[in-house]
């Protein structure tokens, strides 16, 4: 039996496929600075190290597994890795720590240089900044899912219960980085973007560069936020293509506003977009990145010179388009596929129709999306892009983790770049029907296919329950069942015919509701032509007693439409879970 001070720390850890993580600071202030952290977590991330190395032996224990160590700016990253080291050195397995990384670029270098058999990444992510927490992953620098990340939690927990029950003195002391290490992740992580993202001709850089050129040039500004990106590439690639940056937040582990870059996160960096704008009209989009660097979120400069903020579904509308159009510039006889998550706006359904491309979901998940389109591949299809329009994380081949670089580099090709006689903007707009012109990023925003969406991170998309998945799911759809005649009789002007549901685990949909239904649900409502009236979305929390729900339409007008819908929507989810709880 565990001891209480662990048994504790435990309790306040969430452990998932998608990284361990909790309050760190020794304050247990989720917004405090302090670097420092208890003997208790100490312990924890000591019993981490030991955790995966029992992992990685297990897998292979004819080897003596190398692991590649880094971690973020926030501030109990040192003491976190002194202590992690500890753990690993305990097993016998050789580290080396390449220091304050980016995810993206840790991921990248893992997977070009064969000299790794996994990687160690301390880090909560988009989490308030007295967090912290690990993320794991193997050679092939994809963060451990499904059963493999379930198999390291279990040794984990069973460590802490048995052999690692009680605190034991420690001695933990600073690791220095390699900085030759940083070097090498830096050029490898280059070379990544260029062969995804820059290869349409072998000058496709200077083409590129000349063409902005051509075209006034053009303008970003990067809120690093104190984050590890300012450690990384991202103002010297862009400068390569002519592009100016003006950097925000660019003091390593000064953080100038909440980690999560979203809703007042944005603000800043909206607003000197702006001024920037007023002052230099290149100056035509911002964005603003996490602390691991591997989410980012969009602000542009509308018809009207004002800077406003990009949803997240557009974010990854914008993102998939510019794949696609620059995916048709290499003809393939592959068939292409894209994969999202079960909560993306049916929008991209619609622009994949636009060219010929099959759209594949999964449950929401980052590891999720990356099995299905993992599994494509291996069924020989050509899957240039994958991601999560509820979060706006793209990840484009053969990268297996977002990264807001790629978002930006994919929207230059499609502004400015041209191949074989046309512009990549051109072929886009071909494809949405629209005649050839110049755009802007407003422009684009105009002629996307229009979708009202509920943002799945608004406080409208959250309902607290206290059924389980799959007992409020099962009351749903009885009660969907028992209300449609009345929904066709109160909404006459929608023409409700028929309706269908699926249900989302891991990378795999169903027909009929499995326990423990821990996945998504979809729900498509038609019209008696059988055109889409609207899409219902519900997904429950794994961690704590709540849901999130979303609504998608495409039917006028947009906004009544989606929030008429959202009500019953909800409404239906309520009652469904009294009416489970009930028995």
């Known amino acids: ?40 977590d100490g312990w924890i991330a000591y019993v981490a190290g030991i955790a995966f190395s029992r992992y990685l032996k297990e897998i292979n224990a004819e080897a003596s597994p190398r692991v590649l160590l880094a971690r973020d700016t926030r501030p109990t990253g040192g003491a976190l890795v002194s202590h992690v080291t500890l753990g690993l050195s305990s097993q016998e ?69 048995e052999e690692f029950a009680y605190l034991c003195p420690l001695e933990s002391t600073p690791i220095l ?37 051509q075209a006034g040039g053009f303008g970003v500004v990067i809120d690093f936020n104190g984050s590890a990106r300012i450690n990384s590439i991202d103002q010297s690639v862009l400068e390569s293509l002519g592009v100016q940056v003006h950097k925000m937040g660019g003091q390593l582990g000064q953080f100038h506003h909440a980690i999560v870059p979203e809703g007042d ?13 007023q002052v230099d009209p290149r100056y035509q989009l911002g964005i603003v990145v996490d602390c691991d660097g591997d989410r980012g979120n969009l602000v542009y400069i509308d018809g009207e010179g004002k800077a406003q903020v990009m949803d997240a579904q557009t974010t990854f509308s914008l993102s998939v388009l510019a794949m696609l159009a620059y995916t048709a ?9 894209i994969v999202v998550n079960d909560a993306t706006s049916l929008r991209i359904e619609d622009i994949c129709d636009r060219f010929g491309v099959t759209c594949h979901r999964s449950e929401t998940g980052e590891a999720n999306v990356l099995a299905q389109a ?113 929904w066709q009789a109160e909404h006459p002007r929608d023409r409700l015919s028929h309706y269908k549901i699926f249900h989302y685990e891991g990378r795999e949909d169903f027909p009929v509701l499995q326990a423990p239904a821990l996945g998504g649900m979809r729900i498509h409502l038609y019209d008696v032509d059988g055109e889409l009236v609207v899409a219902f979305w519900l997904r429950g929390s794994k961690t704590e ?12 007008p947009l906004v009544e439409n989606e929030a008429k819908w959202r009500k019953l929507h909800r409404d239906l989810i309520e009652r469904a879970d009294a009416h489970a709880q009930r028995g």
């Open 177 to 213: 980085a390699d900085s030759a290490l940083k070097l090498r992740a830096s050029q490898s992580y280059r070379e990544s973007l260029v062969g995804s993202l820059l290869n349409l001709e072998n000058n496709h850089i200077d083409k590129l560069r000349s063409a902005i050129q």
């Open 545 to 556: 007693p709540m849901l999130r729900l979303m609504v998608d339409t495409k039917r006028e």
């Open 374 to 486: 993992t599994h494509l591949r291996h069924c020989h299809h050509l899957v240039p892009i994958a991601g999560e329009g509820s979060n706006g994380g793209t990840i484009i081949h053969p990268s297996t983790v977002r990264d807001p670089l790629t978002t930006l580099l994919a929207l230059i090709n499609l502004l400015f770049m041209e191949h074989d006689g046309t512009t990549l903007m051109h072929y886009a707009q071909k494809r949405l029907g629209v005649a050839p012109s110049y755009w802007t990023i407003a422009d684009i925003l105009a002629h996307l296919p229009a979708y009202q969406t509920t943002s799945v991170v608004a406080p409208e998309a959250l309902v607290k329950t206290t059924s389980t998945p799959y007992e409020l799911k099962r009351a749903y759809v009885e009660l969907l069942a028992s209300v449609w005649a009345q």
């Open 93 to 161: 397995v050789e580290y080396a720590y390449i220091g304050i990384v980016t995810l993206p670029e840790v991921l990248a270098y893992v997977r070009a240089s064969g000299e790794y058999d996994a990687f160690f990444y301390v880090s909560a992510s988009h989490n308030p900044v007295g967090y912290n927490g690990f993320k794991f992953g193997l050679a092939d620098g994809g963060v451990l899912g499904g059963e493999a990340s379930v198999r390291v939690i279990t040794i984990f927990r069973a460590l802490l219960a």
């Open 265 to 277: 996160s944005l603000a800043l960096c909206q607003s000197e977009l702006e001024r920037m704008f």
């Open 329 to 337: 510039m290499r003809p393939s006889e592959q068939e292409i596929s």
């Open 1 to 40: 039996m565990m001891g209480r001070e662990i048994a504790d720390a435990l309790d306040s850890m969430i452990l998932s496929a998608s990284g361990w993580r909790k309050i760190f600071t020794e304050d247990r202030e989720e917004e405090s600075l302090d670097p420092s952290i208890n003997e208790v």
